[in-house]
């Protein structure tokens, strides 16, 4: 019953949370103002920041992520941060029929700050592949998202970050050979994003649904969320992960199938030259009901890798 109420818990907590915030007068950058203070500065300096538009846009993306908290993205939820990245992701899936599975990428991709509050992310080659299942094999659809960051402080001052996103998925793959799993019609998912941070303490939280051009009844989502609790120690960050999806016909958590718990490891991020950095994640995905474990997987061993750049 917990974790049936526990989106109207989180609302009510950001409900509360979020005034308090405004209370102070640290740096709240808004996307308005981020954009007229990019431009004042350099007006001001009257100097070019580096050799023509790639230094300039360089010294925008690092400005754009001075602004913002500093946390790692959790393995499955989606940080309200901007991210300038290449990010691989592999899961090793036990599927309903006690088959295992593997996914190739999982949609991950390269993300890029075009602007001063706003982020581009493509998919590399996702390839599903299941061994002795041959006739299922192939890539995955071509993943497209946006995400325009609305409210950010960095740590020191306020500790969080406020976005929206808007992800698509399209049936079918540039490279052929599509998977028979794949679904045969574009999907849309718009996402609320929210973090908060306390020191070495942070939650982040997903809020969307998910919607498609067709068969709505058996591949949307009414509404679904994530939400990850993690602690920074040095190098390594413990974290723990809720993820969960509603129905059609279980609109309210109730014994529907995507119940998940994540815990997980993070390691990083370590530098290696000016703004490049990596940093790694490892993780257990664990179905929580019968339903997840009929009609999902019952468990998924995750493995990630961040180059920021």
Known sequence: MFLSSFPIYLVSLLLIFTPALMLKADSIFWP????????????????????GWLGKWRKMTQETRDRQPKWLTPMVTSTARLEQRIRYDTYYETLPNGKKAWDFGA????????????QFTFSLPEYLFYPGQGAQDGFGGETFL????????????????????????SPYSPFGNTSSTVYNHWTWAPTILFGKGWGNFTIQLNLGTRLTDGNNETKALPYYYNVAFEYRIGYVTPAVEITSQSAFDQLYFINAPGLYVIPEVLIGRFAFKDDWKVYYGFGYQIGLNSPTIEKKYSNALIMKFHLLF
Do not use: W
């Open 32 to 51: 308005g103002e981020e954009v007229a203070a990019q431009d004042l500065i350099e007006t001001m300096n009257g100097q070019d920041p580096g050799k």
């Open 107 to 118: 949609g991950k991709g390269v993300s890029l700050i075009v602007g001063p509050t706003l």
């Open 146 to 169: 946006v995400r325009q960051r609305i409210m950010a402080s960095p740590e020191g001052q306020k500790n969080y970050c406020f976005s929206v996103q808007l992800q698509a998925v």
